[in-house]
C-alpha cells in the first residue's frame, strides 16, 4: 500500500478535484456497493488508475441489507447448482481465513426436527449438510474454522436455542457457517483498502451517462457536471444498472428482515433455521447479533416497477416471517416485538422469457460487454463479490486494452484493512467490541478518545457503539453525515427508536470530528 487508507471530506474534495482536472483514468468504476468497492481493490492492486464513483455513500443499496452472513451455498446444492455452490465455499474460506477474519466468524446453524420437519425432509436436510461438509472441505476450510455437521439430541437443540418448542422435538441437525460482523463495514474495508491502493473514491458523485470512453458525472453535493474520460468503464450499480446501460434484463427480487430483540427468541447460540411450509428447501432463520439483536429474514419476492432508493418491507412479508418463525417457538413471535425491519432489492438476472419464480432465478452474476470500453457486472451475491469483481475487472482490461499495464489478480490473498490472524486478533490490547468492528486499527480508535473518558462511552446509553467510533468514521471511513454513520458506519438506524435517541449525540461528534479534519 503506498497511500493511506482514509476516506473524508478533505481527501473527497481532492481526489474530486483530480477526477474533474486530471488524466483519463484506466479503470472508471460506477457504484459503491461491494462488487463495485471489490473491483476498484482488484483494478488498483493490479497498479491501475481507478476512481470510484457513487451516487450516494458506500452501502448505500443492496449491499447494506444482506442478512450478514457469509454463506457456503448449501441452498445452492439443494437447487442442484454445484458451480455455485462451490464457489460460495471457496469465497467464504477466503474471507473467513485471509481477506477480512476481523469481520468474518463462524457461526452455528441449527435446525430443530419439530412436528413441522418430516422424516423426509429430515433426512434430506442431513444429506445437504453433509453435502456442504464435502464442500467445505474441498474449498480447503479447517474443520478447525469450521466444524462438520452432525445430528443432536433435544437437550442440545435447546441449549443453542432454548426458545425451541420441547413437545414433540426429535432433536436436531447442527451445522457451521460464517457471519459477517457487518456487510456495510466489509464495503467500507474495501473502499478504503482501495484507497490506500491509489483508487480515488468519491461519494455523493453520480454517473449521469456512461460511453465507451468515459462518463459524465454529477456532484451530487453542488450539482455541477463535468466528463471523465476512462479507457474501461465498470457499471456496478446493482439493480440501477439498467438505468445507466440499454439492453439489461433484470428482475428484481426483493428479500425482507426483521429485527428483534434477542431475548424475545429466549436468546441464541447461532442461526435458527425452521422450514417454510409447503415448501421443498426453503427456510426462514433467525441470526443472533453481539447488540443483543437478531435478525429474522428472509422472503424472496418480485419486484416489478420503478426501483426506490430505500425499499420498504411489506406488512405481508413481516406477517409471514412472523407465523413462520413462531411456529417452532415456546412464546410465539407478534408485530409488537418487531422493533425494525429492512428490506434489499437483489439485482437477479432475468430468465430468457421472464418466466418462474425469483426465488429460481440464478444467483450467478453475469459480466456484459457494451461498447467500447463499457462493462456490466450484474447477479450474484455477497459471499462471491471477489470473484465478481475479478470477472469485471478481467473483461474490463480486456475491452480497455490494458493487458500491458495491468499485473495478476491479488486480492485471493490481499488482507482488506484492519484483517489479521485470529491469534493476533485475540492479542490487541483494546475492547473486544471495538476488535470485532475495526481489527488492529483498535487501538487507533481508542486513542482518539485523547483521554476523554466521555468518547470510550456509548454514544447514548443502551447502545454499543462509542463515541470513538463516530470520530474514526468521520476521519478514516468516509462518512459525511449523520445518516452515513447511523445507517452504514454503524446500525443504529434499524432500530427507529435507537436512531432518534442517538441523532444529536452523533451530529455532535461528526462536527467535531470536521474540526480535527481541519485542523
Known amino acids: 500500500m503506498s497511500h493511506q487508507p482514509l476516506l473524508n471530506a478533505t481527501r473527497r474534495a481532492a481526489d474530486l478535484e483530480a477526477l474533474r482536472d486530471g488524466a483519463p483514468l484506466d479503470v472508471l468504476v460506477v457504484g459503491g456497493g461491494v462488487t463495485g468497492a471489490g473491483a476498484a481493490l482488484d483494478a488498483a492492486s493490479r497498479g491501475l488508475r481507478v476512481a470510484l464513483v457513487e451516487r450516494r455513500d458506500l452501502a448505500w443499496g443492496t449491499s447494506r441489507w444482506s442478512s450478514k452472513l457469509v454463506h457456503g451455498g448449501l441452498r445452492y446444492l439443494a437447487q442442484g447448482a454445484f458451480g455455485i455452490a462451490m464457489e460460495s465455499a471457496r469465497e467464504r474460506d477466503v474471507l473467513l481465513t485471509r481477506t477480512a477474519p476481523h469481520l468474518v466468524r463462524p457461526i452455528t446453524q441449527v435446525i430443530p426436527l419439530t412436528p413441522q420437519v418430516g422424516t423426509r425432509a ?7 449438510f453433509a453435502l456442504g461438509d464435502v464442500l467445505r472441505r474441498a474449498a480447503g476450510t479447517s474443520a478447525r474454522d469450521l466444524p462438520r455437521s452432525r445430528r443432536v439430541d433435544a437437550d442440545e437443540v435447546l441449549r443453542l436455542a432454548p426458545g425451541v418448542r420441547s413437545a414433540g422435538l426429535r432433536g436436531g441437525i447442527v451445522g457451521w457457517d460464517a457471519q459477517l460482523e457487518d456487510d456495510a463495514r466489509l464495503v467500507v474495508g474495501l473502499a478504503r483498502t482501495a484507497a490506500a491502493h491509489g483508487a480515488r473514491v468519491i461519494t455523493r458523485c453520480g454517473a449521469v451517462e456512461l460511453h465507451g470512453d468515459g462518463a459524465r458525472l454529477a456532484d451530487e ?98 406477517a409471514f416471517l412472523l407465523k413462520t418463525l413462531s411456529a417452532t417457538l415456546q412464546t410465539p413471535l407478534t408485530r409488537a416485538d418487531v422493533l425494525g425491519t429492512y428490506a434489499g432489492l437483489r439485482p437477479l438476472v432475468d430468465d430468457p422469457d421472464g418466466s418462474g419464480r425469483t426465488s429460481d432465478l440464478s444467483r450467478r452474476h453475469a459480466v456484459i460487454r457494451g461498447g467500447g470500453g463499457l462493462v456490466s457486472v450484474v447477479g450474484g451475491k455477497l459471499t462471491t463479490y471477489r470473484r465478481m469483481a475479478q470477472d ?69 446509553p443502551g447502545l454499543d457503539v462509542l463515541g470513538v467510533e463516530v470520530l474514526h468514521a468521520v476521519r478514516a471511513e468516509g462518512a459525511l453525515d449523520a445518516d452515513d454513520v447511523l445507517d452504514r458506519r454503524t446500525r443504529i438506524g434499524l432500530v427507529d427508536a435507537d436512531r432518534e435517541r442517538a441523532r444529536p449525540a452523533v451530529q455532535a461528534l461528526i462536527a467535531t470530528g470536521r474540526q480535527a479534519l481541519v485542523a
Open 122 to 128: 429430515a433426512r434430506e436436510t442431513r444429506i445437504g
Open 221 to 318: 453535493l453542488t450539482g455541477e457536471t463535468f466528463d471523465v474520460r476512462a479507457r474501461t468503464i465498470i457499471n456496478a450499480t446493482g439493480v440501477w444498472a439498467g438505468e445507466l446501460v440499454d439492453g439489461l434484463r433484470l428482475r428484481p427480487s426483493l428479500g425482507t428482515h426483521l429485527v428483534v430483540d434477542l431475548r424475545t427468541l429466549g436468546g441464541l447460540g447461532g442461526t435458527l433455521n425452521v422450514p417454510v411450509p409447503g415448501e421443498r428447501h426453503r427456510w426462514v432463520f433467525a441470526i443472533p447479533q453481539r447488540s443483543g439483536l437478531a435478525y429474522v429474514g428472509l422472503t424472496d419476492e418480485p419486484a416489478p416497477g420503478p426501483i426506490p432508493d430505500v425499499p420498504v418491507a411489506p406488512e405481508h412479508d413481516i
Open 392 to 460: 469485471a475487472v478481467d473483461a474490463a482490461i480486456d475491452a480497455g486494452k490494458l493487458t500491458a499495464q495491468a499485473g495478476p489478480c491479488r486480492t485471493r490473498d490481499l488482507p482488506l484493512v484492519g484483517a489479521a490472524s485470529r491469534q493476533a486478533l485475540a492479542a490487541i490490547p483494546a475492547p473486544r467490541r471495538l476488535v470485532e468492528r475495526h481489527g488492529t486499527e483498535a487501538p487507533a480508535v481508542v486513542a482518539l478518545a485523547g483521554g476523554d473518558p466521555e468518547l470510550l462511552a456509548p454514544v447514548v
